[in-house]
């Protein structure tokens, strides 16, 4: 089977031959070395660098992306039934990704609840910094409604 030198494999895969020698580094796709120690790719590795920028463009970190491929025997590329098992595990996640984004998104000009107080809307959605009793970050963003704060309001003055 012919070979590929790194150069004609960045080519080939669309990708800088550093983040070649990075993704080997990382093992998650693999090379032989020729007498003279140069890198020699199997082109089936194009098919695990398509698999990897597919999974990262959906959100997959790297790590992820590698011990899906260790799942696979012999490190064997991925073929289309294992990208079907291994992407369906990574539907859930996903969908939680799309469901932050599109929350970001229709919040996006409004309050965050991150706490900070600094702007005028802030004492409207969160009067006298209630929402840090929800934790700490962007908590309407990671999942806290601005009525969960009026439930918190309300148990403030029964318990007052």
């Given at each position: ?13 669309g990708i800088a031959s550093s983040a070649i020698r990075f993704y080997e580094e990382k093992g998650l796709i693999f090379s032989q070395r020729n ?108 999942g806290n409604h601005p009525d969960d704060l009026q439930g918190l309001l309300a148990q403030d003055k029964v318990s007052s």
């Amino acid at each position: 089977m012919k070979t590929l030198t790194i150069g004609e494999f960045a080519s080939r895969a669309g990708i800088a031959s550093s983040a070649i020698r990075f993704y080997e580094e990382k093992g998650l796709i693999f090379s032989q070395r020729n007498a003279g120690g140069q890198r020699r790719f199997q082109a089936d590795q194009l098919r695990r660098v398509a698999f990897i920028k597919a999974a990262q463009t959906a959100g997959i970190s790297l790590e992820e992306i590698r011990d899906a491929l260790n799942t696979l025997p012999a490190q064997r590329t991925p073929n289309k039934a294992d990208w079907e098992k291994i992407s369906a595990g990574w539907c859930d996640q996903l969908n939680q990704r799309i469901a932050n984004l599109t929350a970001l998104r229709d919040r996006l000009s409004s309050c965050i609840g991150c706490g900070c107080l600094s702007l005028s809307a802030c004492a409207l959605y969160n009067p006298e910094d209630k929402i840090r009793h929800f934790g700490s970050g962007a908590r309407y963003l990671s999942g806290n409604h601005p009525d969960d704060l009026q439930g918190l309001l309300a148990q403030d003055k029964v318990s007052s």
